[in-house]
């Protein structure tokens, strides 16, 4: 009953920031390291950003590297994408994810669209 719920995402223009959230169900959230992933219409799904159990580390895409930051509170099984300075190229359905899930199970994803 693993369950995996994106929110936040809407419309930004370009150069604003925006702040997605990830709550995990069914599984001992504070024991698995957690990614985000995203995926553009025509695109395959890029992991953009992951975090350890304790979020002590955290490693992001070269796209994202300097404007998104990735952090958990393992007491809400909660993990958070802070994005600022939005580009338009960041447009695409935002998923959270276990970094060693095999199931192929993904939640629904949150849309983010960047646009004047």
């Known amino acids: 009953q693993v369950q995996l719920v994106e929110s936040g995402g809407g419309l930004v223009e370009p150069g604003g920031s925006l702040t997605l959230s990830c709550a995990a169900s069914?599984?001992?959230?504070?024991?698995?390291?957690m990614a985000w992933y995203r995926q553009a219409p025509g695109q395959q799904r890029e992991l953009i950003c992951s975090i350890t159990t304790g979020g002590g580390r955290t490693t992001y895409a070269d796209a994202v590297k300097g404007r998104f930051t990735v952090s958990r509170d393992n007491t809400k099984n909660m993990m958070y994408l802070q994005m600022s300075s939005l580009k338009p190229e960041d447009t695409a359905v935002y998923y959270c994810n276990r970094v060693d899930n095999v199931s192929g199970y993904w939640g629904q994803g949150t849309q983010v669209t960047v646009s004047s």
């Open positions: 069914g599984f001992p959230f504070g024991f698995y390291r």
